[in-house]
């Protein structure tokens, strides 16, 4: 018989780095859930990552074990490591902070693909594009799909 499902909590962490200080801490207490157990797991299964800013949603049950999904970093920190860029531009729209490639935003959008809801590394590429616009960050070059 399946588990009964409580809830979902979805916390930014970066790999190898969780302890049980906030956001992680308050997070997981409120809920019932073993704190030192989720961050043992949760650093074990993150050592290749380490440093890296990583989305995981913690689906908690009703008997308060619980279950985590470890997704890609996010698309908006790719491209600041890409792009050695501190944070992206307070105006996006006027001040532009860096260039990158499409060969760079296919990279990106390859590496995202399974978390992000499109079927087309093409439309993938487009989201990725998007992001770097709204960072300030310019993409050389005409898009190379169809």
Known sequence: MAKEVAGF?????????????PPVGPALGSKGINIMDFCKQ???????KAGKVLPVVITYYADKSFDF???TPPVAVQLLEVT???????????????EITWEQVKAIAEDKMT?????????????VAGTARSMGINVKGDFPGK
Do not use: H, W, Y
């Open 9 to 21: 909590i979805k916390l930014q962490i970066k790999g190898g780095a969780a302890n049980p200080s």
């Open 115 to 127: 978390d992000l809801n499109c079927f087309t590394v093409e439309s993938a590429m487009k989201m």
């Open 69 to 71: 999904v470890v997704k």
């Open 42 to 48: 949760f650093n074990a299964r993150t050592q290749d």
């Open 84 to 98: 050695k860029q501190k944070s992206g531009s307070a105006e996006p729209n006027r001040k532009k902070v860096a």
